[in-house]
């Protein structure tokens, strides 16, 4: 399975913008990149996905490289409640195979958001 | 989105005792849910797959015996951890696949204390 690299813990301050770094150069062409993010004491919560193109949503940014070895996780403004493990995931997008809709869970980067 | 439930919430028992854990996606099917176990300050470990209507399978290292699954219908799946001892304390969290599409929507988890 495809792995990924993340810094192990980023802070910022609030209501500035934040760029999580996550690096997957062993990629497969058919990978999405997901996001995810846990709270403390709470399951996952869906960021995020893409395959290939940039990709927006009311929580975030994704801007995926144009060689797809690494992607950037935009929070345009934290707020105290973005403070979170942020954990990077390959996926792969076909069926079949036994890697098929199974996540992979690095150690994530923990985001501080400073008040 | 779509959301799924996990019951309890948090359960405590006594070394040898069996406990049972409930999935549920509410809003949805789930063909596939997978089980997660998280101990403190480390990230999250896969444990089984489970499709509805077949056996479980887990991941390496898992014991079967262990932690039964079943997943009975298409929004019900449980764990259940037989003869609990004080290091499978930990949380147990489950995510459920949307039929179709790649993505998985997480529970909020099961803080398992075994005395």
């Known amino acids: 399975d495809a792995k990924t690299t993340q810094p192990n813990s980023m802070e910022s301050n609030e209501e500035e913008p934040v760029h999580l770094p996550c690096n997957h150069s062993?990629?497969?062409?058919?990978?999405?990149i997901h996001w995810y993010r846990q709270l403390p004491s709470q399951g996952p919560e869906y960021v995020i996905h893409?395959?290939?193109s940039n990709v927006n949503n009311r929580m975030a940014s994704l801007a995926i490289a144009e060689d797809r070895k690494s992607s950037t996780l935009i929070l345009h403004r934290a707020t105290l409640r973005d403070a979170a493990v942020y954990y990077c995931i390959l996926s792969p997008r076909h069926a079949g195979g036994t890697s098929y809709g199974k996540l992979t869970f690095g150690q994530g980067t923990i985001l501080t958001v400073h008040p | 989105g779509a959301v799924v439930s996990q019951h309890p919430s948090w359960v405590i028992c006594k070394s040898g005792t069996s406990v049972k854990i409930e999935c549920r996606s509410l809003?949805?099917?789930?063909?596939?849910m997978f089980w997660y176990r998280q101990f403190p300050k480390q990230s999250l470990m896969l444990m089984a797959t489970?499709?509805?209507?077949?056996?479980?399978?887990?991941e390496q290292g898992v014991e079967k015996d262990k932690f039964l699954i079943n997943h009975a219908s298409l929004t019900l799946s449980t764990l259940t951890v037989t003869s609990a001892h004080p290091e499978d304390s930990s949380f147990y969290i489950c995510s459920a696949r949307v039929l179709a599409v790649n993505e998985q929507f997480f529970g909020p988890g099961t803080r398992l204390t075994v005395l």
């Open positions: 062993t990629i497969s062409g058919t990978d999405y």
């Open positions: 893409g395959l290939t």
């Open positions: 809003d949805f099917q789930a063909t596939t």
């Open positions: 489970s499709n509805e209507g077949s056996k479980a399978t887990y």
